[in-house]
């Protein structure tokens, strides 16, 4: 079965500086990749799908990168509201494996 | 606008069975697929299987031999059965449209517990 690691599993960051967290997929899954936020409380909501394309009022300082086995996500200029927990997950083939998460704080 | 709501009891006794309702407004089943995920408090996110656009299913090999999803297209529901539940089971069970991977339900909360 794939499996997907996220790292680093948390960070803190201040905000306006610019934050990069990473998905490394066990074996090549081409561009089948999305990101999710989810805030306490709340359930997980879509940030970008296929590795970079950024789903639909998604603010543009979030950005995905990556192909094959090595994923990104770049927060640019963070805001405070984007203090969350960040997944990846496989898509399209399934199983639709997630990761663990990686948890940012705002300083 | 799509939505899915899930329903359900909130409380299940080791050993029984969870019975789930993912009731869906927006769209057809027939032209989309749906996921189960499951989220123990306090953890991460654990995908537990989809029922695809043409009905037919996949399942988490972790949990599938307990699992079992379908649907009944007429009245736009998608329903999750998992037997043989212990306490490790307790946790926030969400469904969402597998692609592009949104929307999600609000979550039902499912406790097992005696």
């Known amino acids: 079965n794939i499996v997907m690691t996220q790292s680093p599993k948390s960070m803190s960051i201040s905000v306006g500086d610019r934050v990069t967290m990473n998905c490394k997929a066990s074996?090549?899954?081409?561009?089948?990749i999305a990101w999710y936020q989810q805030k306490p409380g709340q359930s997980p909501k879509l940030l970008i799908y296929?590795?970079?394309n950024r789903y639909t009022g998604v603010p543009d300082r979030f950005t995905g990168g990556g192909y094959g086995t090595d994923f990104t996500l770049t927060i640019n200029s963070v805001q405070a509201e984007d203090a969350a927990f960040y997944y990846c997950?496989?898509?399209?083939?399934?199983?639709?494996?997630f990761g663990s998460g990686t948890k940012l704080e705002i300083k | 606008q799509v939505q899915l709501k899930e329903s359900g009891p909130g409380l299940v006794q080791p050993s029984q069975t969870l019975s789930l309702t993912c009731t869906v407004s927006?769209?057809?089943?027939?032209?989309?697929?749906v996921s189960w995920i499951r989220q123990p408090p306090g953890k991460g996110l654990e995908w537990m299987g989809v029922?695809?656009?043409?009905?037919?299913?996949d399942y988490n090999s972790a949990i599938k031999s307990r699992l079992s999803i379908s649907r009944d297209t007429s009245k736009s529901q998608v329903f999750l059965k998992m037997n043989s539940l212990q306490t490790e089971d307790t946790a926030m069970y969400f469904c969402?449209?597998?692609?592009?991977?949104?929307?999600w339900g609000q979550g039902v909360m499912v406790t097992v517990s005696s």
């Open positions: 296929y590795a970079s």
């Open positions: 927006g769209l057809s089943l027939t032209s989309n697929s």
């Open positions: 074996q090549n899954v081409g561009n089948n």
């Open positions: 029922i695809w656009s043409n009905g037919g299913t």
């Open positions: 997950q496989r898509i399209y083939n399934s199983p639709f494996t």
């Open positions: 969402a449209r597998a692609y592009p991977g949104t929307p």
